[in-house]
């Protein structure tokens, strides 16, 4: 089973723009917080962006802020990641998650319950 399905990535030049999408069943996107994480060659795993379902608030790391933006499309059943302004540094695997406790913190990858296979955004200069 499934629960998580990522699409959207690809190749593209720097100042470039991609949009993921992770498709996901309702009681998957009904839990307390979905994220997006990515992890690129030879580092750890790390936080991209995060949304509460219960207010629909956003969390965006420093170096994508203005450039990234998560939404969720509840009639659609999908979770989004716009990307705009591609830097190389955001080359990654990049994955979408859903974590059902609201409380723990959203950019530790350890509290997520449910993730994807992963999708590959490549940057070039």
């Known amino acids: ?14 100042g470039g723009s991609l949009r993921l999408s992770c498709a996901a069943s309702e009681s998957i996107l009904n839990n ?19 949304i ?8 965006h790391v420093d170096s994508v802020k203005g450039r990234f933006t998560i939404s969720q499309d509840n009639a659609k059943n ?20 859903a974590k059902k406790t609201k409380g723990n913190y959203y950019g530790d990858d350890h509290n997520y319950n449910y993730w994807g296979q992963g999708t590959q955004v490549t940057v070039s200069s």
């Open 1 to 14: 089973q499934v629960d998580l399905v990522e699409s959207g990535g690809g190749s593209v030049q720097t």
């Open 32 to 50: 307390a917080c979905m994220g997006w994480f990515r992890q690129a060659p030879g580092k750890v795993r790390e936080v991209v962006a995060a």
């Open 52 to 59: 509460y379902t219960h207010d629909k608030s956003t969390y």
């Open 78 to 97: 999908t979770l989004d990641l716009q990307m705009n302004n591609l830097k190389p540094e955001d080359t990654a695997v990049y994955y979408c998650a």
